[in-house]
């Protein structure tokens, strides 16, 4: 019998997923709408900090008898998981996603805002482990967008978890980029590329996305006219294209 490419990957998920989260949680009483802060306990004292703090925010219609998709976003460095959740929230609410953002573990550039530290990989993961246990999450729709260094995280997560995640978005991510090498890790994973006009490293980004293309991903480049090392305004209309990008039916 033949199985669908969406009905294998929720199989796939759920595997790969019991990693994060045991099985057949009770879900508690989230209602529509509501935003909760959880504080998660990340690696050992003396790693890194050893806790850390993880937004989830639920959609107006959200009820725990259905499964919802997941967005999974990660600030850079210098700003923080309110922050975050505050840019992405009005645009996961209209679209239906229930939205998570970490923090980093360790304080920004000049004390400034949070930075993702090496703690970076167990704060998210244990983040998810909370979210699935929290919210009724569609495992096959876990969904990771990242701008700048949390885009370099994000890349490096689909990585190591080319089957949790169905989708990512890397924006604002101009160095250390991954390798074409990767297109076979990355395969099953949409992936969205944001890079402004002005920012540096744009035709490394452009050779990235033609290599992953080239592997066999299914690419989205969307180059920022006249921007520099951000999103161009208004953010939340290419936020929803981002969206809608991810969770494109294949």
């Not at 992405?88 to 930075?115: K, M, Y």
């Not at 305004?233 to 969206?243: A, G, H, Q, Y």
Request: glycine share 12%; aromatic share 8%.
């Amino acid at each position: 019998m033949e199985i669908s490419s969406t009905l294998a990957r929720a199989l796939i998920c759920g595997i790969v997923l019991s990693i994060f989260a045991g099985c057949d949680p009770d879900y508690p009483n989230l209602q529509p709408e509501d935003v909760r802060v959880f504080k998660i306990s990340v690696g050992d004292p003396g790693s890194g900090a050893d806790s850390t703090l993880c937004l989830l925010s639920v959609p107006a219609g959200y009820t725990p008898d259905h499964s919802f998709p997941l967005l999974v976003s990660l600030h850079g460095a210098g700003s923080s998981a309110p922050a975050f959740h505050d840019l992405w929230r009005p645009v996961t609410q209209s679209s239906g996603f229930l939205l998570a953002t970490p923090q980093g573990g360790e304080l920004g550039p000049d004390g400034i805002g949070n930075r993702w530290g090496s703690n970076a990989h167990e704060s998210v993961r244990r983040s998810i482990d909370v979210i699935l246990r929290t919210a009724n999450v569609d495992r096959s729709a876990i969904y990771l967008a990242g701008f700048s260094q949390g885009g370099h995280l994000t890349y490096a997560l689909a990585r190591s978890y080319p089957r949790v995640f169905a989708g990512i978005a890397a924006i604002g991510v101009g160095y250390d980029l991954p390798l074409g090498s990767d297109a076979e890790a990355l395969r099953s994973i949409r992936i969205y590329i944001g890079h402004g006009e002005r920012e540096a490293g744009l035709e490394d980004v452009r050779g990235l996305a033609d290599s992953l293309r080239a592997g066999g991903c299914s690419v989205e480049l969307a180059v920022y006219r006249d921007t520099g090392h951000g999103i161009p305004p208004p953010i939340s209309s290419e936020l929803k294209r981002v969206l809608q990008f991810l969770k494109k039916d294949e």
